[in-house]
């Protein structure tokens, strides 16, 4: 019971820092978050089509191809807010060419993610996995979401900035 609280807590957490985030750029940019969450909708139902078809299968390849990605772009991400810190104007991330060119891949594996994330969900159901186990699986995928809808209203914000 302890667990699921913590994981209640964490989503009530992110709910709130994400509205946030959202009220805040939908002042500064209006309609910005509507069309965040229509994007991330749009790339979530592109995904489960894309799996549950089987264009694009969770092999084990595939798998370390992505745990690689997430390695470097969690170094990207790091290296774009060490750079926001002490560096003005930082190209990574002042709405330029290569910041557009950095969210769209940091979309990009975010969206690849949501395939993980649906095949852990597939193997536990095929496991037979207790259904305490369905929180720790809504929580990655509710967090590949937040990432992904973040993102996206990042490159949203850069592509209608000044």
Known sequence: MNRRRSVVFSALAMGIALGGISG???EQFPGIAFQALIGTAG?????????????????PRFTKWMIGALIGVAVLVIARLIGDLFFPGNPMSNGGVLAILISLVIIGVAAFSLLLDFD????????????KFAWYIAFGLMTTLVWLYIEILRLLSYLRGD
């Open 24 to 26: 805040l750029l939908n």
């Open 43 to 59: 790339v979530f139902v592109g995904m489960l089509v894309v799996y549950k078809t089987g264009a694009v299968r969770v092999t």
């Open 120 to 131: 852990a969900a597939d193997q536990a159901v095929r496991a037979g996995a207790p259904a």
